[in-house]
Nanobody, 130 residues
Framework: QVHLVESGGGLVQAGGSLRLSCAAS???????????MGWFRQAPGKEREFVAA????????YYPNSVKGRFTISRDNAKNTVYLQMSSLRPEDTAVYYC????????????????????WGQGTQVTVSS
């Protein structure tokens, strides 16, 4: 069972930056590099939305147009951690941000659907004030 814990959320003014971290543990029968990693977000009353994904070894990343050029996903497999650097934040970026790990995907894939992921963190709140 993979356990994911997000951190780094908080309150920031529009135009500001935040870096989220997600640390994985419980990797008894697998390694962190076995998982594609993703970030999603969910605002009140809305569906969970894909934000970013990174392939197992970090060679490929993918973003939706809504965050492309402002958000950067990265990973450190030696530290079992994935990051989401967010800049030029907007009020519409306000949401609970979740990291997720996907095991059943190819080595170079950057999955974008909720069902592609097997494990989820508890989420961290990001609030952007105008």
């Amino acid at each position: 069972q993979v356990h994911l814990v997000e951190s780094g959320g908080g309150l920031v003014q529009a135009g500001g930056s935040l870096r989220l971290s997600c640390a994985a543990s419980g990797l008894t029968f697998s390694t962190f590099s076995s998982y594609a990693m993703g970030w999603f977000r969910q605002a009140p009353g809305k569906e969970r939305e894909f934000v970013a994904a990174i392939s197992r070894r970090g060679g490929n990343t993918y973003y939706p147009n809504s965050v492309k050029g402002r958000f950067t996903i990265s990973r450190d497999n030696a530290k079992n951690t994935v990051y989401l650097q967010m800049s030029s934040l907007r009020p519409e970026d306000t949401a609970v941000y979740y990291c997720a790990a996907g095991a059943t995907v190819g080595e170079y894939r950057t999955p974008t659907f909720v069902n592609d992921y097997n494990y989820w963190g508890q989420g961290t709140q990001v609030t952007v004030s105008s």
